[in-house]
C-alpha cells in the first residue's frame, strides 16, 4: 500500500512539470525575460498616467493664457525674475496718473507709497491686478491699515505672484509642461485607438479572406483596392461633412484607411500557415472554419502584425497633427504632440524649448514603441516556442 502511494507522488509531479502552456503563457514568459521590451512597457506605462493624470496635477491649466510671460524659458527658478518685480509694479502704477514714491520689495511683498491732487480712488488696485506678476493688492495708510475714505496719500500694497513654468511657455504665454501633459493624452489616445481599430478590422478581414481563397479572397482583396484609391484627406472631409468635427472622428478616420494595409499583411501570412500541417491535420479532424480562424490562423499572424502595429501608432499621431494642421483635426485650445511640434518648428529660432520637450518626448514614444514591438514580435514568434 505504501508502495504504490510512493509511486502515484512522482507520477503527479510529472504530470503538472510537463503540463502544457497556451501560445499566450509561452508568448508571455519569453517578453518578461526580454529587458528592452519590458523597460519600454513601464515608459509607455508612465507616460499614458503623465497624460492622465498629469494635467490635473501641474499648477496651471493647459488652456490658461499669462500675457505677461510669453516664450519664457523653462527654469527651474519661479518668475518673475527680480529685476522684473520694481519696473513692472511702477509700470502698472504709472497707468493710474498718481505720484508714486520708492518702491519696496520685501520678500513676496510689495509697496509703494502714492500720492494724487484729490482723493484717492480705491479702483486704483485693478491696474495692479491685471498684471500676472502681483496679486491681491491693496490700499492701506502709513500704519498698514485699510486707507480712509477722501485720503490723498496712502500705501499701496501687493503680493508677488510666484509662477513656476519647468518647461517655459508657448508663443500666447500659456505653461508648455501643461500642454505636453495634455498632448501626450491626445496622441496617445488616438494612435493606439486608431491602431486597435485598425488591428481588428484589418487582421479579420486579411485572415478570413487568405484562409477561403478563391472568388471570395478575390473579390474581397478587390474591395481593399477601390478602398486603396481613395484619397485620406477627402474620406476624412466626407466624415467631417456628415457627421462634424469631434475627437471620435479623428481615430475612426484614420483607423478606417490604416486597416488596409494590416488586412494585406494578415492575408499574405493566413496563405502561409493554411498550408502548415497543423491546420491540414484541424481541417482533417472536422474543425470548423471559425475555429481554425480562432485557434490556428489568427494567433500564428501577430507576430509581424504587432510590429506593423507599432508602427502604426506615431503613423497615426503624425496624421492627426496633419488633420489638425488642415483644420480637420484638434484644435485650440486642445493640443496633440504632432500640432505643438509643428509650432515648435515655426518658433525654433527664438524659442527651442518650444520644439525640444514634444519632440524628445514624441522620440521616446517611438523608442518604446519599437522595442515593445521587437520584443512582441520574438514573444509570438510561433518558432520560438
Known sequence: MTDHILTEQPQAEALAVTAGRSLWQDAWLRLRRNRAAVASALVLLLLALAGIVGPSLVPHRYDQIFPQYVRVPASLEAYPREDRIIPDFQRSLDRARITIGEVELDGSTIRAPISDDEALDPRITRYVDRSDLFDNSRLEDADGN??????????????????????????????????????????????????????????????????????????????????????????????????????????????????????????????????????????????????????????NTLGPVVVFVTLLVPKAILLESLLSFLGLGVQEPLTSLGL??????????????????????????????????????????????
Open 146 to 299: 485699510a486707507l480712509s475714505e477722501g485720503a490723498t496719500s496712502g500705501v499701496m500694497v501687493a503680493d508677488v505672484q510666484r509662477l513656476r513654468f519647468l518647461f517655459g511657455t508657448d508663443a500666447n504665454g500659456r505653461d508648455l509642461l501643461a500642454r505636453v501633459l495634455i498632448g501626450i493624452r491626445i496622441s496617445l489616445a488616438i494612435g493606439l485607438l486608431a491602431s486597435f481599430m485598425a488591428l481588428a478590422l484589418g487582421v479579420t478581414y486579411g485572415a478570413v479572406a487568405g484562409y477561403l481563397g478563391g472568388r471570395i479572397d478575390n473579390v474581397m482583396m478587390r474591395v481593399v483596392d477601390v478602398l486603396y484609391s481613395l484619397p485620406f484627406i477627402f474620406f476624412v472631409i466626407l466624415l467631417v461633412v456628415f457627421f462634424g468635427r469631434s475627437f471620435v472622428l479623428i481615430f475612426i478616420a484614420i483607423g478606417f484607411t490604416e486597416w488596409l494595409d494590416m488586412a494585406r499583411i494578415a492575408r499574405g501570412q493566413t496563405l502561409t500557415i493554411k498550408r502548415q500541417e497543423y491546420v491540414q491535420a484541424a481541417e482533417a479532424m472536422g474543425v470548423s472554419s471559425a475555429g481554425i480562424l480562432k485557434r490556428h490562423i489568427i494567433p
Open 340 to 385: 505643438l511640434i509643428a509650432e515648435g518648428a515655426s518658433n525654433m529660432r527664438g524659442a527651442i524649448w518650444l520644439l525640444l520637450y514634444p519632440a524628445v518626448t514624441l522620440t521616446v514614444i517611438l523608442f518604446a514603441l519599437n522595442f515593445l514591438g521587437d520584443g512582441l514580435r520574438d514573444a509570438l514568434d510561433p518558432k520560438e516556442r
